[in-house]
C-alpha cells in the first residue's frame, strides 16, 4: 500500500510532498518525476510552490531537491 502526504502551508502558499516505497527503495520512479512536476505546474497555476518531494524507503528518505530531481 502507498501512503502520500502533502502538508499546505495556505497563507504562505508552500506544499511538501511525501510518500513511502513499499519495495524499500528510496529512488525515484519515472511515474514520481513526472507526478511531482506536473502537481508543480498544476499548483503554479494558483501561486502555490512545490517545496520538495520526500520518498521513505527502508533507508533514509530521499528530497528530490536535494538530489536535483526537482529545483524548488
Known amino acids: 500500500m502507498v501512503h502520500m502526504y502533502a502538508s ?3 497563507m504562505g502558499h508552500m506544499l ?3 510518500h513511502n516505497h513499499p519495495s524499500g527503495h528510496s529512488e525515484p520512479s ?3 518525476v513526472h507526478m511531482t512536476l506536473s502537481l508543480k505546474r498544476a499548483l503554479a497555476l494558483i501561486d502555490v510552490r512545490v517545496l520538495d518531494h520526500i520518498i521513505v524507503g527502508d533507508g ?3 528530497s528530490m531537491v536535494e538530489q536535483g530531481w526537482i529545483v524548488a
Do not use: A, K, R, S
Open 8 to 10: 499546505c502551508n495556505v
Open 16 to 18: 511538501h510532498n511525501c
Open 30 to 32: 519515472q511515474e514520481d
Open 60 to 62: 533514509e528518505p530521499l
